[in-house]
Every structure is written in C-alpha cells, then in structure tokens.
C-alpha cells in the first residue's frame, strides 16, 4: 500500500501568516489523485484540494495545492483564526485510499 | 444542498455486530460512489472501502475484507456500514463520504457516527 508521511507533525504560527504543509508518498501517485482535507475537532473532515491543485467547492483561494509524483504541498497563504486545526493528505490512486498521519496547525 | 445524514451512537458488546446508516440528501445517490472511513480516539483517517450504488458493487480495503458488508437501499438513498466480530479496537467515528466525479476524491461527508466497543 502506498504509505504517506506529513510534517511537520504540529506547526504553531500566528493568525496572518502563511502554512506550508508536506506529504510525502512512498510511490508515485498517478495523475495526482491526491486530496487535502481540513478536520476540526469533533467535526468531520472537508475536503480542501483534489487532483493535487483543484480547490473544492467553496474553499477559499488562500488554500493552494501543488506537487506531482511522491511530493505534494499544500500552502495558506494567510492563515484566518478558522484555519487552525488538523490537515490529511489521502492518495486515491491505488486501494487502499490511505490517508497520511495528519499536520496539526495550533496558534503560537 | 448535498447532505449525508448517520445514524445515531452505537454501544455493542465484543463479537457482535454493528450496522450503520447513511442517508443521502440533494443529488443522484447513483451518481457516486459511497466510501465509509472511520476514525479510532484521538488518531487519524482510516479508509475502509466502497460501494458503488448504481451496481452494487463493492471494494473493500484489503484489512477489512471478511468482516465488513457494504450495501445500500436505492429507493431510499440510504447506505449501510455492518461491522462483525466487533473488537475493543473497532471502538471509533464512522464516516459515509460521498466520491467525486470520476474520481474517488471524498468531496462531501457525514457527521460521523461513534461506535464504542465494551464489556
């Protein structure tokens, strides 16, 4: 199965600044059938970005996705005070969808 | 307005069984495929497989083939999650998520349904 990895594992930044988060697949995921997620506690996840790059419906343009192959980024460029929470990256390439361990971004 | 509405929380004693609902709201239930994920306490994403509405065809991740059956009810737009020979471990939130287009992207999901896993 295709294992991936994020870091940082937590991140503390302010309110304004900018988030760059990585996930990092064991193999190539093909055609970028990758996907970020935002999950806030006690809620379920909302997909962010898909096709590594496209932003889902109604997400905001501060919210970039970028990479191809086993490299993949997700950046905001601004961080708001609603941003901060848990991020996955998934891989829907090959089964299992496996999701990486997810990056916590909490206020400094 | 797309929405995917679970049943209510589960308490179920070790080696039983589990089923849990999904309802779907606002779009074609055939038109996507219907993945469940779940989530153990305090830990991350676990995907479990996928059924495909219109077929009925499923694909269930390799760890929960044998003891997991997804199936769904067309004339209500209601899928179901049942989980056998339950174990403390399979104490979690369960997810429905809807698929995107032709591409299994999870672009809309349910509130989640705990199931816990006690003596």
């Known amino acids: 199965e295709i294992v991936l990895t994020q870091s940082p594992g937590t991140l503390s930044l302010s309110p304004g600044e900018r988030a760059t988060l990585s996930c990092r697949a064991s193999?190539?995921?093909?055609?970028?059938?990758l996907a970020w997620y935002q999950q806030k506690l006690g809620q379920a996840p909302r997909l962010l970005i898909y096709?590594?790059?496209s932003r889902a419906t109604g997400i905001p343009d501060r919210f970039s996705g970028s990479g191809s192959g086993t490299d993949f980024t997700l950046t905001i460029s601004r961080l708001e005070p609603e941003d901060f929470a848990v991020y996955y990256c998934?891989?829907?390439?090959?089964?299992?969808?496996?999701f990486g361990p997810g990056t916590k971004v909490d206020i400094k | 307005q797309v929405q995917l509405v679970q049943s209510g929380a589960e308490v179920k004693k070790p080696g039983t069984s589990v089923k849990v609902s999904c309802r779907a709201f606002?779009?074609?239930?055939?038109?996507?495929?219907l993945h469940w994920v779940r989530q153990a306490p305090g830990r991350g994403l676990e995907w479990m497989g996928w059924?495909?509405?219109?077929?009925?065809?499923?694909h269930y991740a390799e760890k929960f083939q044998g003891w997991v059956t997804m199936t769904t009810d067309t004339s209500s737009s209601t899928a179901y999650m049942e989980l056998s020979r339950l174990k403390s471990d399979d104490t979690a939130v369960y997810f429905c998520a809807r698929g995107g287009h032709y591409a299994e992207y999870l672009q809309d999901w349910g509130q989640g349904t705990l199931v816990t896993v006690s003596s």
């Open positions: 193999q190539s995921v093909s055609s970028s059938y």
């Open positions: 606002g779009y074609t239930f055939t038109g996507n495929y």
């Open positions: 059924i495909n509405p219109y077929s009925g065809g499923t």
């Open positions: 998934q891989q829907y390439d090959i089964s299992p969808f496996t």
């Open positions: 096709g590594a790059s």
